[in-house]
């Protein structure tokens, strides 16, 4: 992959707004919020008695012993009861797992075991179900709520299937997390589901590869390129801002979605971050100043962010900003001013999606050698390009991952992987990465248990600290924190016979 990558199509991004739950009423929202965080906006709040003790009823909601799904599972020798409206209402008298029988329940009865603790027949319920006090509209929203339940599954999971989609083109990537789920299908699966991998992509021209609109009935994205989100009323995909997308693998795209789309857990920073930290070290260890750099740029949607963000960065630490030097074309305009700065004695470059060979070119015809630096998505394959050997030491970019973040346990597997599954024993960056990301996601899965959904899922991110998949650097997210590795690797290409090979300078963070 060459570094011109950056050179992209642009994007459009329209404002944006969440809309949770958009398919229940407003009275079922209130609702489900009762259900499953205990709260409201009645003055009075939400009291749950139990064992004579009162306390707000966030501590004690009704989804932290029935579930979110409002089926009840047997915890510690009790069985909170089946919520779902089929169940409380079967119209015979129903023998509970309990072992308590009683007869279906009406509205009133349903409110009356919520605040009574009586079942239909005047039966005392267990006292592991706590009394709760709340006003009449709240108990009318709770129960709308408890109606539709069994209907409120986030979209992708079944009882036996977890369907997940990864927003790329690229087959090779899907091959590899397919040949990993594979794995745990065989071995039975998370939790009794077995999991299914569908390819998406938002932006492609290979029309093999299913369009993102129809990404409907999936729980969530895995790996894969993050969405970018138009919210516009009219937009066919505004939908998808509320699907999460765990392990993120292309910072080019997490620049312009980051703004708009937070469910997104990358593995990596974003070029904004990488492109500071490629400043730092320029001023720290290149001592570069106003008097001998200069940016060379090129319009574009992401460019023109990163130029932003050095501007900003420049102002926050007080320094004089660079001079920046727009580049259309290689013509006489930038001839003369190559000429001029070889005079003037600059010495580094900042490279904002310049095409290098040409830069490197263009620079050694006017007899200037400086410093070039920029980011770049993946390391740079191109070792046979032929940079003249004055550029040796002096070609530096950012990337947020490198070999040497691999561990050889995690590669013996790897390898173990690909001869079963017929994978290329060389396998790409994005292959490892993608990797990496299927990874990350099931063993997140493991943590949460069967009662599976998105909130949890987001829950169980945020709460990961330094995850090690032994293919990238280790990941932490918090409330906060979307960015599962903040490294940035500052490679430095080395001219040899053979052409350039790259030399970790340094990592910064
Ligand atoms: C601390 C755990 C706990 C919490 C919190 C809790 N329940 Fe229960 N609930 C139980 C248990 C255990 C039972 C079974 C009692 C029995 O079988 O006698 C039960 C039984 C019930 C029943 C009776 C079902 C039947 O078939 O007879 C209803 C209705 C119910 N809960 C509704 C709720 C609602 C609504 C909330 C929230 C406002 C809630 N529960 C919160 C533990 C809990």
């Known amino acids: 992959m060459k570094l011109s990558l950056l050179a992209f199509a642009a994007f459009c991004l329209l404002s944006f707004q969440l809309t949770a739950d958009s398919d229940l009423t407003p009275a079922q929202q209130r609702g489900k919020r009762i259900y499953t965080e205990g709260t409201s906006d009645d003055a009075q709040g939400i009291t749950a008695r139990m064992s004579g003790a009162a306390m707000p009823a966030s501590v004690l909601p009704c989804g932290s012993c029935h579930g979110t799904d409002g089926r009840g599972r047997p915890e510690g020798g009790v069985t909170p009861s089946d919520l779902t409206w089929a169940a409380l209402t079967r119209p015979y008298a129903t023998q509970l797992q309990s072992g308590r029988k009683r007869s279906p329940y009406t509205e009133a009865s349903l409110a009356r075991a919520i605040s009574e603790g009586v079942d239909p027949d005047g039966e005392e319920l267990h006292v592991a179900m706590p009394r709760f006090e709340m006003s009449e509209a709240d108990m009318s929203d709770l129960i709308a709520y408890l109606k539709m339940i069994d209907q409120d ?9 977890i369907r997940i989609g990864v927003n790329s083109d690229a087959i090779s ?8 789920l594979d794995l745990v299908n065989q071995a039975g699966g998370l939790y009794g589901r077995k999991i299914s991998l569908i390819q998406y992509a938002q932006f492609s021209f290979n029309t093999s590869v299913r369009p993102i609109s129809m990404a409907k009935n999936i729980f969530s994205f895995v790996g894969g390129d993050p969405l970018v989100i138009s919210t516009k009323e009219t937009s066919k995909t505004k939908f998808l801002a509320e699907i999460p997308s765990v392990g ?6 997490y620049t312009l979605s980051r703004p708009t789309y937070n469910q997104d857990f990358s593995l990596f920073a974003d070029l904004k971050t990488q492109i500071l930290r490629l400043w730092d070290y320029t001023t720290t260890q290149l001592s570069a100043s106003p008097a001998n750099t200069v940016i060379l740029y090129k319009r574009g949607r992401v460019q023109d962010l990163l130029l932003e963000s050095l501007q900003a960065y420049a102002k926050e630490n007080e320094k004089q900003p660079f001079e920046v030097q727009e580049v259309i074309e290689w013509d006489d305009t930038i001839r003369t001013k190559f000429a001029e700065w070889a005079k003037d004695d600059k010495k580094i470059v900042i490279d904002l999606s310049i095409n290098k060979e040409e830069l490197v070119e263009f620079a050694a015809a006017n007899n200037w050698y400086p410093h070039i630096i920029s980011v770049a998505l993946l390391m740079p394959s191109y070792s046979e390009w032929e940079a003249p050997k004055a550029f040796s030491q002096k070609i530096h970019i950012a990337t947020p991952t490198w070999e040497g973040a691999r561990d050889t346990a995690a590669m013996a597997n790897y390898r173990a992987l690909a001869a079963r599954y017929d994978l290329p024993q060389n396998p790409s960056e994005n292959d490892l990465h993608s990797l990496s990301a299927i990874i990350l996601f099931t063993e997140t899965l493991k943590t949460i248990g069967r009662d599976l959904t ?9 709460s990961l600290r330094n995850f090690k998949t032994g293919f990238v650097p280790p990941l932490t997210y918090s409330l906060n924190r979307r960015e599962g590795s903040r490294k940035v690797y500052i490679m430095t290409g080395e001219k040899g016979e053979s052409g350039i090979s790259w030399k970790l300078s340094q990592v910064m963070e």
């Not at 993120?248 to 795209?253: L, M």
């Not at 998105?454 to 945020?462: M, N, V, Y």
């Open 173 to 180: 990537q899907y091959r590899v997390m397919a040949a990993y």
């Open 153 to 161: 599954d986030d979209p992708g999971i079944s009882d036996d299937l």
């Open 248 to 253: 993120t693998i292309n910072p080019y795209f």
């Open 454 to 462: 998105r909130e949890k899922l987001i829950q169980s991110l945020e």
